[in-house]
Nanobody
Framework: QVQVVESGGGLVQPGGSLRLSCAAS????????MGWYRQAPGKQRELVAH???????NYADSVKGRFTISRDNAKNTVYLQMNSLKPDDTAVYYC??????????????WGQGTLVTVSE
């Protein structure tokens, strides 16, 4: 079994910064990718950023240049540094981990979400 836990959300003013963390734990053979998704009020869940175990990254156009995803493979942890935050960034942010629990056995696991609110 695998668990994914996010932390770091909160209230921040426009133009401010936050760093989110996500740690995967449990019976993990390897992690091939981790990513951040968000769901804003009244909208569908969308990809924010994604990173592979080799370090290749993808970003949503709306956050490119402001957000940075990174990972520590030894700790099974991924981070999302969010700068120049805007009110439109307000959402519940979810971490996703793509893992193998044994060779060739692939699964994706989701965290419970952490709320980011950008407002005066």
């Amino acid at each position: 079994q695998v668990q994914v836990v996010e932390s770091g959300g909160g209230l921040v003013q426009p133009g401010g910064s936050l760093r989110l963390s996500c740690a995967a734990s449990g019976s993990i053979y390897s992690i091939y990718a981790m990513g951040w998704y968000r769901q804003a009020p009244g909208k569908q869940r969308e990809l924010v950023a994604h990173i592979t175990s080799s370090g290749r990254t993808n970003y949503a156009d709306s956050v490119k240049g402001r957000f940075t995803i990174s990972r520590d493979n030894a700790k099974n942890t991924v981070y999302l540094q969010m700068n120049s935050l805007k009110p439109d960034d307000t959402a519940v942010y979810y971490c996703n981990a793509g893992v193998t629990t044994s060779p060739g056995r692939e699964f994706e696991y989701w965290g419970q979400g952490t709320l980011v609110t950008v407002s005066e």
